[in-house]
């Protein structure tokens, strides 16, 4: 009866194989998921789900699949027809009027009341605080008002309960997310390998070391230790501002906020441009008119070593990337911005390009003529986790 499930599961891009799929299957057949629906979500889960960049396409799936589903788990028939019973709209104009009980208490606590109230109920009730009923502020049944606690059959109106799945938990974990301030600082400890060691006395942990040393040592603890490091990494990171930036503001402000708080760099240049880089980029996301630097300042007084982050969508109009007058907001010293582009990667020996708007796709797509260009000219990734993780590879590439 699950055989549509892995269909789906595939065509949510999870790689699960037949191996795997068998293993589930007699999971199964042993009796490891009970009658419970919850119970098979966590071990099919186990079973088939190999990293939890993988959880949010597989609560997708699971959702996808199961939404007919009610939660029933062991309860008595006479409880379930109880709750059989059509939705209803609700007025949640006055929640704040509830307590929400089940946020003061444990998930071990409610489910245990729930065991209780399984076996003492024998009527039906509904819009009460304490059984297990509908349209009422208990901690069990469904179409009340009660944030938390177990839904049983119906729709949930708050989307709080403890079997809800689909509620997108893991989203934060896919590797094609664009990326928040935390991940952003992740990915930027690679650059550590930029860093040289200080001629000074072994005072860093060496975790790896200290790992195979403990392995070596029949498992007892031996720690290991290392110079320390001292950040050599210089970084000029320049952000197309405003326009169809705008959806992307946060996003942008997360990623300089990571860089700013990250200590692996020995310094870092921040700019700002509008659609395309030309003879000058701005101090501030405004991009005032003379609140600028020279492009070729930065030539001049920036070694070539600096590591070249742009951010930008590539969204420009086609004379703004190569007509010499396409730069409205300001000269461009009668070069195009493609031109100019191409002085940056030759000045530079590591320039890599961010884009939210990424096209995997997009030598093929004539009509992102400005995208398609860029893309030929400056390596180009999706501002997303694998999009950093792959750009800072590059970055950190002896290759030119």
């Given amino acids: 009866m699950f055989s549509p499930f892995f269909y789906v599961l595939k065509a949510k891009g999870l790689e699960v194989s037949t191996t795997e799929w068998l293993t589930l299957m007699n999971a199964l057949n042993k009796g490891l998921c009970g009658a419970s629906l919850t119970q098979f979500y966590y071990v099919a889960r186990m079973i088939l789900v190999k990293s939890e ?11 996808e699949y199961f939404k007919d589903f009610k939660y029933y788990a062991d309860i008595p028939d006479a409880i379930k027809k109880f709750l059989d019973k059509p939705e209803v709209e609700q007025d949640h104009s006055n929640d704040e009027l509830f307590k929400p009980r089940s946020e003061e208490l444990s998930k071990e606590e409610i489910e245990g009341m729930f065991e209780e109230r399984k076996t003492e109920q024998k009527t039906e009730h509904n ?6 009923g509908t349209n009422g502020t208990s901690t069990f049944g469904h179409n009340g008002k009660q944030p938390g606690g177990i839904r049983i ?7 709080s309960a403890f079997q809800v799945v689909g509620d997108r938990r893991f989203a934060d974990f896919r590797n094609d997310k664009a990326l928040n301030i935390r991940q952003f600082q992740v990915a930027f400890r690679r650059l550590r390998q930029f860093s040289s060691k200080i001629d000074a006395p072994k005072t ?14 029949g498992g007892y603890l031996k720690l290991e230790f290392e110079k320390p490091r001292k950040n050599t990494v210089k970084l000029l990171l320049l952000f197309d501002s405003g326009g169809t930036m705008m959806p992307f503001s946060t996003l942008c402000n997360n990623l300089f906020q990571a860089v700013h708080k990250a200590n692996h760099f020995k310094d870092v240049k921040t700019y700002y441009f509008h659609n395309c880089i030309y003879a000058h980029v701005y101090n501030s996301p405004e991009c005032d008119y ?24 590539a969204q420009m109009a086609p004379e703004e990337l190569f007509h010499n007058t396409g ?24 320039v890599v390009w961010l884009n939210p708007r990424y096209h995997a796709n997009v030598a093929k797509l004539d009509w992102l003529e400005a995208e398609q260009s860029i893309a030929g000219l400056i390596k180009m990734f999706p ?5 950093l993780k792959y750009a800072i590879e590059e970055l950190m590439s002896t290759k030119r």
């Fill in 53 to 63: 960049a993988d959880y949010d396409r597989f609560d997708v799936a699971f959702e």
């Fill in 127 to 132: 819009g009460g605080s304490y059984w297990i």
């Fill in 153 to 159: 059959g119906g729709q949930s109106a708050l989307k």
């Fill in 204 to 217: 860093e942990l060496d975790l790896d070391g200290t790992i195979d040393a403990t392995c070596n040592n």
């Fill in 290 to 313: 003379g609140d600028w630097v020279e492009s070729e300042w930065l030539f001049k007084n920036l070694d070539a070593d600096y590591k070249v982050i742009i951010v930008g969508d």
């Fill in 327 to 350: 730069n409205y907001r300001g000269p461009n010293n009668g070069l195009s911005g493609y031109e100019w582009l191409t002085w940056y990667t030759k000045k530079f020996k590591k």
């Fill in 383 to 387: 501002l997303s986790v694998d999009g």
